[in-house]
Every structure is written in structure tokens, then in C-alpha cells.
């Protein structure tokens, strides 16, 4: 005899999933106040902050240096070669033809890198 409620498995992990959240949003609702006593905090404790720099009071609109461009341009050139790097050793089953693609993909990478070094482009103490 066939089973008349295939479902019911998945009702009842449907209905325990809600029942599991909704009881984890009442009880941090009901203890969390009750730990958390009200205090004034200092102002700097409600002040932004990110990544570990203060929020600066001047223009918003400030001029930011070249080498940041420059490092975030370079950062995308050679996170490329990642992205075609993977598929390609995915795929790779000893073809010569594709082999020697990748190798002259990674010379000209390495060209490209030779001259930024060289430029000093990577150089953080300029």
C-alpha cells in the first residue's frame, strides 16, 4: 500500500525549522534585555568605524593618491590570470596545443610583471 502523505516529512521539518526560529527569536528578545542592562555609552562608542580607521571629520571628497588606482588596477590584472588559470587545470589532460597556450598566457603575465616591478610600481615606501 502506497504511503498517502508523501509529504509529511517535509512538514514536519517545515514546521520544526519555524517552530526552532521563532523560538530562538522570542527567547533573545526575553533575555537579551534582561543581560544587556541599559548604560549610557561614551560617544565614541557610537561613532562609525571600519576597518580599524576612524571616521575622518573633513571633506568626504578628499583626493586619494594614484598608487591606490594603480595597486587596485594591478590587483585585477593579476587576479585574472587565476580565473583563467583554474578552469584551464580543471580541464588540462596532456594536450600540447593547450599547454603551450598557457604557457605563452603566463609569459606574457610574466613580462607584464617583470615591467611593473621594474617601474616600481609594487614598491609601498615610494
Not at 525549522?17 to 533575555?31: F, M, Q, R, Y
Not at 571600519?50 to 578628499?62: L, T, Y
Not at 596532456?94 to 609594487?122: D, E, H, Q, R
Request: glycine fraction near 6%; aromatic fraction near 16%; hydrophobic fraction near 55%.
Amino acid at each position: 500500500m502506497p504511503n498517502p502523505t508523501p509529504f509529511l516529512p517535509v512538514l514536519v521539518l517545515l514546521l520544526l525549522a519555524l517552530t526552532v526560529g521563532i523560538g530562538i527569536l522570542w527567547v533573545s528578545g526575553w533575555l537579551l534585555p534582561r543581560l544587556l542592562k541599559p548604560n549610557n555609552p561614551k560617544p565614541e562608542k557610537l561613532t562609525p568605524y571600519e576597518c580599524g580607521v576612524p571616521m575622518f571629520q573633513e571633506n568626504a571628497r578628499r583626493r586619494y593618491s594614484v598608487k591606490f588606482y594603480l595597486v587596485a588596477v594591478l590587483f585585477i590584472l593579476f587576479d585574472v590570470e587565476a580565473a583563467f588559470l583554474l578552469p584551464w587545470a580543471v580541464q588540462y589532460k596532456s594536450n600540447l596545443p593547450s599547454f603551450l597556450a598557457m604557457l605563452a598566457f603566463l609569459a606574457t603575465l610574466l613580462v607584464g610583471y617583470i615591467y611593473v616591478w621594474g617601474k616600481g610600481a609594487l614598491d609601498w615606501e615610494r
